[in-house]
């Protein structure tokens, strides 16, 4: 069974502050992504990488950046967090740009 | 970019009746083609993928249709149950290395006992 663990599943952060939100999956997938969904909204991808040291911008990446050290590992990290920012995060996987997306489970965040 | 307009946004049926959820894309180019369900609190499960041209699938108590000519992908809950009430989203993948989805924005599905 594929497998895309998040962590942590739920953060409160101060507005202005750092927040590095973490992925994990051991699938053996190229592609990973970072998507964002607000309430009663679909997700929106923030940043997405298919290799190793190297991640692409998606449709909403300010405010955002992306770390992928590593194939299994794909970090998503607020610099300055801002009350905008507050969503759930949700990490997938992929194997090819053609097969099944395995999403985990999310990350609730909350900036106040 | 790809474009992905689901409707409707709320849908509220009676136990038995049929649900049909319709999503329309803009990029004539995109290929594959996925429904998820989503709980409250919860992750997306995938419901079907659809790959086809023009393709009809047929899952546990849905069925999914893909209309590339219309660029139009519907989800039909045949005889929808209290189980059934979710989120629904579908997701439009392009036909490039990327592998990005585009998400509608979803369709809250209630069924009343």
């Known amino acids: 069974e594929a497998a895309v663990t998040q962590s942590p599943r739920s953060k409160v952060a101060v507005t202005g502050g750092k927040v590095t939100l973490s992925c994990h999956q051991t699938?053996?997938?190229?592609?990973m992504y970072w998507y964002r969904q607000d309430t009663g909204h679909g997700l929106r991808l923030i940043h997405y990488?298919?290799?190793?040291?190297?991640?692409e911008k998606g449709d909403i990446p300010d405010g955002y950046k992306a770390s992928r050290p590593s194939q299994e590992n794909f970090s998503l990290i607020l610099e300055l967090a801002s009350l905008s920012q507050t969503a759930v995060y949700f990490c997938?996987?992929?194997?090819?740009?053609?097969?099944?997306?395995?999403f985990g489970k999310g990350t609730r965040l909350t900036v106040v | 970019g790809e474009q992905v307009e689901q409707r409707p946004p709320h849908l509220s049926v009676r136990e038995g009746d049929s649900a049909v959820i319709t999503c329309t894309y803009t990029d004539p180019n995109s290929y594959y083609f996925f429904w998820y369900k989503q709980e409250p609190g919860a992750s997306l499960q995938l419901l079907m993928k659809?790959?086809?041209?023009?393709e009809i699938n047929e899952g546990q108590g849905f069925t999914v249709l893909l209309n590339k000519k219309d660029k139009r992908l519907s989800l039909n809950l045949t005889a929808a149950h209290p189980g059934d009430s979710a989120a629904y989203f579908c997701?439009?993948?392009?036909?490039?290395?990327?592998?990005?989805?585009?998400f509608g924005d979803g369709t809250v599905l209630t069924v009343k006992p």
């Open positions: 699938n053996n997938h190229d592609y």
């Open positions: 997938a996987s992929r194997g090819g740009h053609n097969t099944e997306v395995f």
């Open positions: 659809v790959f086809s041209s023009t």
């Open positions: 997701a439009v993948s392009e036909n490039t290395n990327t592998g990005k989805l585009t």
């Open positions: 990488s298919y290799v190793a040291d190297s991640t």
